[in-house]
């Protein structure tokens, strides 16, 4: 499900109806559509969280690194480093080590009497307890959840290009929404495409296609299908419960039970998908 489509139901449940303009151009509702998606956003962030609090495996994804005199600059969409090994040998690292017990784990560049490697992380880096490392690595990390993104084509929106209105306050970081999956639901270009570049400076998507400013476009969450539900109640509550919000208080309870549910059954689902080690792993110091 894109964002468009959750924004969507969203409206629907705390009964506002879209501009009539379409989304990204309507601000005069209770609900403005950037106030609205940077709440999807929240709630995603949070599922992401809840998510990443328990062993899955559900977010990782690898990546090949060359350190710089011992020091291994980390990926930006890098949330947490969960296993590293020499690309070369498939030698693991310890990355347990905390700055504090460096010292205790530190090794000279010769380390022929000894496999034990370690590393600690020191701010957006992971250090190698060794001299002048230099050995490529192979890092694998929990990435980052890409913010949701929903919006009509602004001007300039045209072949390989579609161009997202300030009003959705977009990312202004290039590459942000780099290999985020775009689905077009209405307007020019009708179809589901991936996001090759971005250019936060102009709010511009690099997308294989023919677009134009009647294209309605939402791209898809990186989180899991069962995860949806949740997001969207989140965010409805999060709504109905700002002071200027004026609701019968058994819809409010109504709407409560249901993100009570849905993050029960999401929780539920997280359960079934976390890893037990079957084996007792034994590290020692030579």
């Known amino acids: ?53 328990q062993p899955v ?17 980390l990926p930006s969409n890098c949330a947490k480093p969960v296993y590293m090994e020499e690309t070369s040998t498939g030698y693991p690292f310890d990355l347990k080590v905390s700055l504090e017990e460096r010292k205790l784990y530190e090794y000279p560049l010769d380390r022929s009497s000894s496999r034990f490697l370690t590393a600690y992380r020191l701010g957006n880096t992971l250090v190698v307890n060794q001299d002048s490392y230099t050995t490529g690595v192979t890092l694998w990390y929990r990435k980052r959840i890409i913010d949701l993104i929903a919006s009509l084509g602004d001007t300039s929106s045209t072949t390989n290009t579609l161009v997202i209105k300030s009003v959705m306050r977009p990312s202004v970081t290039n590459d942000y929404y780099n290999g985020a999956t ?13 996001v090759s570049d971005y250019v936060g400076s102009t709010r511009t ?45 058994k819809y409010f309870e109504f709407a409560m039970s249901n993100l009570s549910r849905a993050q029960k059954l999401y929780r539920e689902w997280i359960s079934t998908q976390m890893t037990a080690h079957r084996r007792i792993r034994q590290t020692s110091i030579h």
């Open 57 to 73: 495996e559900f977010s990782l994804t690898s990546t090949t690194l060359t350190p710089a005199n011992s020091v291994i600059t």
């Open 182 to 194: 775009l689905e077009v639901v209405g307007g020019t270009g009708i179809g589901s495409y991936t």
């Open 205 to 249: 998507l690099t997308v294989t296609g023919t677009f134009s400013t009647d294209s309605l476009f939402g791209t898809v969450s990186d989180l899991p299908q069962e995860a949806e539900d949740y997001i969207m109640e989140s965010a409805i509550i999060a709504f109905l419960a700002k002071p200027s919000a004026a609701i019968d208080p």
């Open 1 to 53: 499900m894109n964002a468009y489509v959750m924004l969507e139901l969203i409206r629907d449940r705390v009964g506002e109806a879209v501009a009539s303009s379409g989304i990204g151009s309507g601000s005069s509702q209770f609900l403005g559509d950037g106030t609205l998606l940077a709440q999807l956003n929240l709630a995603q962030r949070k599922a992401w969280m809840e998510l990443n609090l």
